[in-house]
C-alpha cells in the first residue's frame, strides 16, 4: 500500500481552494437513479467514495461518465437493468445504502447488501427500514441483504425517528419523494448535505418544505425529471485545513466555502485565541502570533461540532499546554486515532466516549497506522507539526474522502510527499 511521508516543523501558508462535498455528491448521486433523463453534477470531488458510488449506479445499468476534468459528472438512469446492490461493492463505503429508498421508490424493489465502511462503531440501518415498513414496504433480511418491495407505490406518513440520522433522513426524503401522498419526517438531520440532498431534489421536480428544519414535509410527485446542479463545498475538508493551519502556527485562506457550515469550528478556534477572518466565501486563520488556549471539544448533530472534526481538534489539542475534554457523542468507536497520536508522543488519556488530552510541548515523528478516514487525516495533522519525518500508513482511507491532500499542503509548504507501494513481480 501506499505510505505518506511528511517532514514536520514547517508553517503552512497559502490559499487551499475547497473542493465539493463528499458527504452531498453521493446521496445526490443515490437520488439521480430516480429520473430516466440525464442529470449532470458540477463541482464532483475525485474521491475513491465517489469512484464506488459510480461503480454501484453503473451496476444498476446507470451511464455515468465524466464530462470533463474540471468535476462535472453526467448520470443517466434511463435503463436500470437491475435493482440488486451487491456486497462486492457496497462493503466499501456505508452510503451504499442510499439506494434503497430511491430504487424502491422508482421501481417497487429493491435488494442492497448491508453496507460497510469505516469501522468506526455501529451503525444499524433500522431507522431507514422502519421507516420505510411505515409506507408501506415489505422488508426482509435474508443472507446479509435487505429485501424491500412495495405493491403500488410507498404511501405518504408521518414518521418520527427515535435520533437524529443523517442517512435515514436522506433515504426516506428521497422515497418519499415518488410517494402516493404527504410524508412528514419529525427530527430530522439538519446538516448541510442534507439540504443539499434537498434542494437537488426540488430541481428535479419533488415537492419538499421545512428543508434544514427537524420537521420535513413531502408531498409526493409522479415523476422527477433531469437537472443541473452544483454541488456545495466540503465543510469537513474546510475544517480539516483550518486545523492543519493552526497547529503549524501558519497562515492560510480557504476559498471556496460557505462559512456558516463551519461556525462551530471557527468559534472554537476563536475560543482557542485564533485569529479568524471570515468573508462572503472564504475564511483567513492566522496562527503565527496567538497563545492557544485549550478548549473542550464535545461534538453533536449540525449546527454542533461535528463528528468527522473530532479527530482533527484531538491533534491540535496535543500541542495545547493545558488539559482539554474531548467527548464524541455521536460513535462508540472513534477513538481509535489515540493509539497512534500516543506514538507520536502525545499525552491522552481515555475512558468510553471521553478522551482527556494533556498538551505537551513537541510531538516526536513516528511511523503511524490510519485506521479510518478521519483518523488517517488527524495523523497527517499531527506529523506536520511533528519534530522528525514520519510515515501515515494505509492512506487509501484518505483517499475516500480528501482530494489531493498532498498538493494542497505541499502549495502552502508542506514538506508531504505520497511514496507508491513496490509491486513485486
Known sequence: MDRIKIVGGKSLSGKIKISGAKNSVLPIMAAAIMTPDLVLLENVPNLMDVKTMSELIKHLGTEVREVCSSGTLSIKAQ??????????????????????????????????????????????????????????????????????????????????????????????????CLAEGVTILTNAACEPEVVDLCNFLNKMGAKIEGIGSKEITITGVDELHGCSYNIIPDRIEAATYLIAGAITRGDIEITDVIPVHLQSVTDKLREMGISIIVREDSIYLDARYCEFKTVDISTGVYPGIPTDVQAQFMALMTIVVGKSNIQENLFENRFMHVAELIRMGADIEYHDRVAIVSGVKKLKAAPVMATDLRASVSLIIAALAAEGESFIHRVYHLDRGYESIEKKLSMCGADIVREKAVVLV
Do not use: W
Request: with cysteine; glycine share 10%.
Open 79 to 176: 435503463n436500470i437493468t437491475t435493482c440488486e446492490a451487491p456486497y462486492d461493492i457496497v462493503r466499501k463505503m456505508r452510503a451504499s445504502i442510499l439506494v434503497l429508498g430511491p430504487l424502491l421508490a422508482r421501481f417497487g424493489k429493491a435488494i442492497v447488501s448491508i453496507p460497510g465502511g469505516c469501522a468506526i462503531g455501529t451503525r444499524p440501518v433500522d431507522m431507514h427500514l422502519d421507516a420505510l415498513a411505515q409506507m408501506g414496504a415489505r422488508i426482509e433480511i435474508d443472507q446479509g441483504n435487505i429485501i424491500a418491495s412495495v405493491e403500488g407505490k410507498l404511501r405518504g406518513t408521518k414518521i418520527n425517528f427515535k435520533t437524529v440520522s443523517v442517512g435515514a433522513t436522506e433515504n426516506i426524503v428521497m422515497a418519499a
